[in-house]
């Protein structure tokens, strides 16, 4: 380890925009976290980014910061689209303030892939090729090749939430029916469940016929209680996931499929039961030795994943993997 400085890793959500730093032996020395003010414009927004970067700079120097944001972002670190729900996003140079604010070079890249970019770099080269599939309010992925993120026209790649499953079938946030993300994402499980509701008996089912709040937390409570609709719920989720993630198999050829998000807190069993439905949707090479595995770094994965991004133009592969590594360590001893 050598003195470069610390890694500042920032994630700018529609509902928070938070920070760590990340220092050279691989310990988050410190966090910050502020609202975003979404309807209040760009402007706004990077004034609060600013102040979370100056919060984790008095740690002292900085040699990288890496940020990640919801939807597109172009080669200049320009956000592409409105996907973060904040007013005046599209269009809005992020790198050039967030560099300047941090006074180091900046990197700026789509939120799921820096997340897979840090579950890749966390397993300390044990993975080469790693496709990533984080299940929270919608459904992200990223994929990452030989430490290289693979990210398309402005970083839209791997956005396999609206792969269609079932053409015709429930209802999407992106305005089609039948995505992956209609029945796998934390709020769609919850919807399935309340949909399913007047079919059970079960104290899962009560609660949502009188109008409790059902999210993905809510049925694998239940599952964990043994209520049938939080079973039936669930098969349908990794049903659909382990459909797109088969397809997912055919085209990238991973060796490491990871699953993460807040839907996997509850949903103990999903990583293992993907394991055993995706090969039958896809044919036999394809699936062989492919090996899925939870996701290691949790809430966490987005932060490090921006952090060690930065990190990456500065070190060389050895370096990044053992830095990778032991920021996974310190996370999972957290
Ligand atoms: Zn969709």
């Known amino acids: 380890m050598g003195d470069r400085g610390a890694y500042l890793g920032l994630d700018i959500g529609g509902q928070s925009i938070r920070g760590i730093r990340l220092e050279e032996d691989g310990k988050v020395s410190r966090r910050a976290a502020m609202p975003t ?63 300047r604010s941090a006074g180091a070079s900046a990197f700026v890249r789509n939120d799921g892939n820096l997340a897979a970019f840090a579950e890749w770099a966390s397993r300390g080269g044990r993975a080469r090729a790693l496709l990533f599939v984080g299940l929270g309010t919608g459904i992200g992925g990223g994929y990452i090749e030989d430490g290289r993120i693979l990210g398309g026209v402005d970083d839209k790649a791997l956005e396999i939430g609206h792969v269609i499953v079932y053409p015709d079938g429930r209802e999407c946030a992106c305005g089609r029916s039948g995505c992956a993300e209609a029945y796998a994402s934390g709020p769609s499980i919850g919807r399935i ?77 999903l990583v293992a039961d993907v394991a055993a439905l995706a090969p039958r949707y896809v044919y036999d090479a394809a699936s062989e030795g492919v090996r899925f595995e939870a996701a290691l770094l949790g809430a966490d994965a987005g932060l490090l994943g921006a952090a060690l991004y930065g990190a990456s133009t500065l070190l060389s592969r050895e370096e990044l993997l053992l830095l990778g590594g032991r920021a996974a360590e310190f996370s999972i001893g957290r």
């Open 37 to 99: 003010p979404a309807s209040s414009g760009a402007e706004a927004v990077l004034a609060v980014a600013a102040a979370v970067l100056a919060e984790l700079g008095e740690g002292g120097a900085v040699a990288a910061v890496g940020a990640g944001t919801p939807g597109g972002v172009d080669l200049s670190g320009r956000v592409v689209g409105e996907a973060a729900n904040i007013s005046g996003w599209n269009g809005v140079d992020l790198r050039s303030p967030i560099s």
């Open 193 to 269: 469940a309340v949909d399913l509701s007047p079919r059970f008996d079960t104290a899962l089912a009560r609660a949502a016929r009188a109008g409790a709040a059902v999210n993905a937390r809510e049925v694998y409570a239940a599952l964990a209680e043994g209520d049938e609709l939080a079973a039936e719920v669930h098969r349908i989720a990794a049903e659909a996931l382990s459909r797109v993630i088969a397809s997912a198999l055919a085209f990238l050829a991973p060796d490491t499929v990871v699953l993460g998000g807040g839907v996997l807190k509850g949903a103990t069993s």
